[in-house]
């Protein structure tokens, strides 16, 4: 069936591509995040274990208003690890961070995933797709505010 939303299939197909990347960082932050709150020890771990927890929480809801909205504009959104990890502008976690590290390691990647949600913000502007900014907006605010929130955590 013919999708007659008032975007251009072409238009669809930009920001269908710009969120399924912002997708796949968000999952690749997600799954790290998860880790770390599984592994993290220390001084601070009772804190950071529910913090971590908050995150990946609120993460996991987001990937699925993603990847609705890529549906949505009628495209697939990517469901596979292999094309998570092509999309995705976050690496992924080798080995056991310390938890000075895991906490540098996400405020990295929440600045990383506001700025390519900020890109995505964008796309959707110039193909006048409300919708997708409707979506994008409220993460730039939440990963910004995350990453400010991980760095006061770590005074050095």
Do not use: C
């Not at 072409?10 to 880790?35: E, F, I, M, N, P």
């Not at 796309?123 to 409707?134: I, L, N, W």
């Amino acid at each position: 069936m013919d999708i007659n939303i008032g975007i251009s299939e072409v238009d669809r197909l930009k920001s269908a591509k710009a969120l399924a990347g912002l997708l796949a960082s968000t999952y690749t932050l997600y799954l790290k995040t998860h880790g770390y709150h599984w592994n993290v020890e220390g001084p601070h771990f009772q804190q950071l274990h529910i913090q971590f927890m908050e995150q990946y929480t609120e993460m996991w809801t987001a990937v699925d208003e993603l990847a609705e909205r890529i549906r949505a504009l009628g495209h697939y959104a990517p469901a596979s690890y292999a094309e998570m990890a092509k999309l995705s502008s976050i690496s992924e976690e080798l080995g056991k961070p310390s938890w000075e590290d895991m906490v540098h390691n996400l405020a990295k990647g929440h600045e990383q995933v506001a700025k390519e949600a900020r890109d995505v913000l964008r796309v959707a502007e110039d193909v006048s797709d409300d919708a997708t900014a409707d979506v994008v907006t409220p993460r730039i605010t939440l990963h910004e505010k995350t990453a400010w929130m991980l760095r006061a955590t770590i005074t050095s």
